[in-house]
Each structure stands twice: as structure tokens, then as C-alpha cells.
T-cell receptor
Framework: AQSVAQPEDQVNVAEGNPLTVKCTYSVSGNPYLFWYVQYPNRGLQFLLKYITGDNLVKGSYGFEAEFNKSQTSFHLKKPSALVSDSALYFCAVRDGSDYKLSFGAGTTVTVRA | NAGVTQTPKFQVLKTGQSMTLQCAQDMNHNSMYWYRQDPGMGLRLIYYSASEGTTDKGEVPNGYNVSRLNKREFSLRLESAAPSQTSVYFC????????????FGPGTRLTVT
């Protein structure tokens, strides 16, 4: 079975400060990890993924994520947050042998000006 | 290139009524998925189709049926709607290996009274 935990329902940061959204996962095989962002009344947009290779993955809009196998984590980061980054963020995982994605419950990010 | 499209955008049903949610993708993707999104619960997989001609149950299939009409289209049917099916429904598609990310439609907001 595969699962994802996002331990924080909400993250609040000031514009210009670093942003971190936490994610831990559990899979029986090799993890394929994803981050998505959802703006109000919109579908989910793909941000970045880790399949294999470098542990630090860079994605859209200046976001990056670090895969840590020993801690089973895949935290999303942005060095300098913008007000426009305010949205709902989802971490997702699939076992390498499975077609299905399992999503976390989501973290609401609010960036104040 | 429209990506993933869903119809309708909004729908209100009375308990016991039936309806079909339509989804189409123009990216020549092999796999398609139906999710429901409820507050605080992330996205839960209802059904998926790994390839044309195949469908499989996801996490919450009860009360739903699906049809993979062709490679482009994947419909979700509610035979007898219940208030517990009030939710936002998202369709997604994925090309499969080596790119496993899913691309989402804009969603259908369904209310069952």
C-alpha cells in the first residue's frame, strides 16, 4: 500500500521569506513523487516530480523539492515566496509498479504582503 | 491543444437522479483517471483506465461506473445520486512511462440535494 502525509494543514509566510511545505510518504517499492498546486476553483497543476536521479528536483515557478530516502520525505521549497504562491499544495506518490497516485490531504499556503 | 476537458462545469441533482460526467483529452495519453475532491481529504481515486479497453476500481468506486469510450474519452456515471456524492470531480490523464505525471481537467462541481 502507498500513502502520503502532509503534516501541516496551513503554512503562513511573509513575501520574500523562504517557503517549505512538508511531505512524507510510504511505499513498498520505489517511490515516484509529485507536487501539484491548485488555485481556487481550478484543477491541479503539475509542479515537479522525482522518479530517479538527483535528489534535488527543480520545477515550475521557482519551486524545488528534495527527495530524502532515509527520512521518506519529499519537502517542497521556494527560496523567496510571492503573494501569488498562495494556493493549495498537494504531494502525491505512486509505487513504481502501480498506475495509481495517492494524494496527501493538502496544505494551504498563504503568503502575506 | 485543449489538454483535459470536462463537462459540465456545474450540476445540481436530486437524490436518485442519474447523470454522466464527460472527460476528453487531446494529448494521446494512454491512462485516464477519475477523482473526487472533498475538503480536508485530498483527492481520492474513483476509477481509472490504464489503457484503452481496460478499467479498474480505485479507492472509492461504490455508486459509480465508468466507460473508456476510446483513447480520448473516459466518462463517469452516477446511476442513482446520493447526497454523499456531493463533491468536486476531476478527470486526469497520463502518458505513462517515462513521464508519469497526471494532467488534470478543470473539474465538475456536483451538488446532490
Amino acid at each position: 500500500a502507498q500513502s502520503v502525509a502532509q503534516p501541516e494543514d496551513q503554512v503562513n509566510v511573509a513575501e520574500g521569506n523562504p517557503l517549505t511545505v512538508k511531505c512524507t510518504y510510504s511505499v513498498s517499492g520505489n517511490p515516484y513523487l509529485f507536487w501539484y498546486v491548485q488555485y481556487p476553483n481550478r484543477g491541479l497543476q503539475f509542479l515537479l516530480k522525482y522518479i530517479t536521479g538527483d535528489n534535488l528536483v527543480k520545477g515550475s515557478y521557482g519551486f524545488e523539492a528534495e527527495f530524502n530516502k532515509s527520512q521518506t520525505s519529499f519537502h517542497l521549497k521556494k527560496p523567496s515566496a510571492l503573494v501569488s504562491d498562495s494556493a493549495l499544495y498537494f504531494c502525491a506518490v505512486r509505487d513504481g509498479s502501480d498506475y495509481k497516485l495517492s494524494f496527501g490531504a493538502g496544505t494551504t499556503v498563504t503568503v502575506r504582503a | 491543444n485543449a489538454g483535459v476537458t470536462q463537462t459540465p462545469k456545474f450540476q445540481v441533482l436530486k437524490t436518485g437522479q442519474s447523470m454522466t460526467l464527460q472527460c476528453a483529452q487531446d494529448m494521446n495519453h494512454n491512462s485516464m483517471y477519475w477523482y473526487r475532491q472533498d475538503p480536508g481529504m485530498g483527492l481520492r481515486l474513483i476509477y481509472y483506465s490504464a489503457s484503452e479497453g481496460t478499467t479498474d476500481k480505485g479507492e472509492v468506486p461504490n455508486g459509480y461506473n465508468v466507460s473508456r469510450l476510446n483513447k480520448r474519452e473516459f466518462s463517469l456515471r452516477l446511476e442513482s445520486a446520493a447526497p454523499s456524492q456531493t463533491s468536486v470531480y476531476f478527470c486526469a490523464s497520463s502518458p505513462g512511462p517515462p513521464s508519469y505525471e497526471q494532467y488534470f481537467g478543470p473539474g465538475t462541481r456536483l451538488t446532490v440535494t
